[in-house]
């Protein structure tokens, strides 16, 4: 297959059949309305939490694709170089599939994977799956002007409408990919429920592409996530903005700084929110007002950093056997592919 180079020039029936190979279902439809629900719940109990969606409005993605880029946060660009050296190796692994990613973004990385799947494929096809509707259009647009042979089915919602959702495979098998180390964010049994219901859409033979984060000395970790230029603290206290913009609220950001210390007993960075002062916040679309002691936190994220071989015990219990494992030279980052059926 060969790569289109651009828009320039196209006739009317390349920009036609572009549309066509790429089908879009929004699930989302009313989630708006159902926001803070789970923001009430996190800053009425103890300790006090904030889901990590709520990290990206417009700023907060802009801030975490600069974080991406800095020399100390690792996973993105660790991550990348793998995939550029295995990309052709997993194709081979997997035969022709169709590829389902869960919380595609802008599917920077999995340009990799397209590429070496459509070497000399006649067809091609792709699932993202991710609840920023804007941020799924234009990079599928974007795709299927790059890919002549890609055919592209795209899913607005959160992971369980669009895995609830998927249409009958068009190729012999599916590959789930879940890149990023996102499976980090879950704490143990969110984890396991959440591969449960990825194992639940697969059929015998499929497989699942997973990018984890390698225990490795918590100096590494946490200067990852403490950025000398201090953008990793921007995007955390963003957080507080997005909620005063979204909810109507009075959190004054100032009053908050940014904390991310690595518990080594849970193998887990925790970024938090820590209060300057004891204050009093209101958000009053959520008809909610919280008091914070000075010094108290906010959870904003975990990211569990992982063993490869306990992962694969967890994996095996749910019925997916490991097929093969690649990592950087310094065994900071692994990709793991697992199929299910496999022994």
């Known amino acids: 297959m060969t790569r289109e180079k ?21 699930l989302a439809r009313g989630a708006e309305a159902e926001d803070g629900a789970d923001v009430v719940a996190g800053l009425t109990s103890a300790p006090k939490t904030l889901p990590c969606r709520y990290f990206y409005d417009a700023a907060g993605s802009d801030l975490f694709a600069q ?21 052709g190796e997993i194709a081979a692994l997997t035969g022709p599939c169709e590829i389902v990613e869960l919380g595609s973004g802008t599917a920077s990385k999995t340009r990799l994977l397209l590429d070496a799947y459509a070497d000399g ?16 259009r234009e990079s599928s647009r974007d795709l299927v002007s790059r890919y002549a042979a890609l055919s592209i089915r795209g899913y607005s919602g959160t992971y369980e409408q669009a895995l609830a959702a998927l249409h009958p495979a068009p190729a012999p098998a599916r590959m789930f990919v879940f890149l990023g180390s996102t499976i980090g964010n879950f704490r143990n049994s969110e984890r396991v429920a959440f591969v449960a219901r990825i194992r639940d859409a697969m059929e015998d033979g499929d497989t699942f ?33 997005h909620l005063n913009r979204r ?9 908050f700084t940014h904390r991310a210390v690595y518990e080594p007993r849970r193998h887990q960075i925790e970024m938090r929110l820590e209060s300057r002062v004891a204050q009093t916040a209101r958000l009053a679309d959520l008809n909610l007002s919280v008091s914070f002691a000075r010094g108290e936190s906010i959870r904003t994220e975990i990211s569990k950093k992982f063993d490869p071989e306990e992962l694969a015990g967890e994996f095996t219990a749910l019925g997916l056997g490991q097929v093969a494992l690649w990592s950087d030279a310094r065994q900071w ?7 299910l059926g496999a022994r």
Not at 128 to 134: H, K, M, N, T, W
Request: hydrophobic content about 40%; some cysteine; glycine content about 6%.
């Open 67 to 87: 974080i991406c880029e800095t020399p100390e946060y690792y996973p993105t660009r660790t991550e990348r170089s793998i995939l550029t050296r295995h990309a």
């Open 121 to 136: 494929a006649k067809e091609v096809h792709f699932v993202p799956i991710d609840v920023s509707e804007s941020v799924l």
């Open 209 to 241: 592409l997973l990018g984890i984060d390698r225990r490795k000395d918590g100096a590494i970790i946490e200067a990852a996530y403490n950025d000398s230029q201090g953008l990793t603290a921007r995007f955390n206290l963003n957080m507080l903005s």
């Open 333 to 339: 980052f692994s990709l793991v592919l697992f199929r």
């Open 247 to 255: 909810f109507h609220g009075d959190l004054v950001v100032d009053n």
């Open 6 to 26: 651009g828009h320039a020039g196209k006739g009317a029936m390349e920009l036609v059949n572009e549309v066509q190979r790429f089908q879009f279902t929004r």
